[in-house]
């Protein structure tokens, strides 16, 4: 599918600040977002085509799970270079889409400021874990300990899941 449409209900406020970047394309891990307002709500339109979104993959290696982590990672630091936190929207298994060759991420943006980024990233790897075989769903488990005891930041997620993927490259060697 290359196109996914969104209902997003009463979330016009939480828009409008980065409504502009997202419509825009400006952030290059954000899909563009085309807008189809009915009444009351509104509907968010994104092209998805070239990537694929990540919970259709039914049993991804270590290995690439951990390149997906990666490049996740990377993708959410990209959005904090506009401002827009992984506090602010959804990431799940259904909003991350990454590209054939895992090279690159992009989101389908999804409003929602109740969540912290620690508790995300832990429903994240738990959710990754439905799609991994047991060598990831082993060091999901080792990230997800680090993840829940330290407060880590955006860059030391990616230096740990960096460090974890150099693991298992070392382990296949």
């Known amino acids: 599918m290359d196109k996914i449409i969104v209902r997003m209900r009463g979330t016009e406020c939480l828009y409008e600040e980065k409504l502009d970047i997202i419509k825009g394309g400006i952030c290059s891990s954000i899909f563009p977002l085309n807008i189809i307002r009915c009444d009351s709500s509104i509907m968010g ?26 490049k996740i990672f990377q993708a959410i630091e990209d959005c904090t270079q506009f401002l827009i936190f992984p506090d602010e929207f959804v990431i799940n298994l259904s909003t991350i889409y990454i590209d054939e060759r895992f090279t690159h991420v992009k989101f389908v943006y999804i409003p929602d400021e109740k969540c912290r980024y620690k508790k ?4 994240l790897i738990n959710e990754l874990k439905q799609i991994t075989d047991d060598e990831g769903k082993y060091h999901l488990e080792k990230l997800e300990k680090i993840v829940s005891e330290e407060n880590l930041s955006y860059l030391k997620n990616e230096y740990m899941v960096a460090k974890i993927l150099g693991e298992i490259k070392n382990n296949k060697s």
């Open 45 to 70: 339109y994104y092209k998805t085509s070239g990537y694929r979104m990540i919970g259709s993959y039914n049993e991804l290696t270590a290995k690439s799970i951990f390149i997906a982590l990666e």
């Open 120 to 123: 995300r990233m832990q429903i």
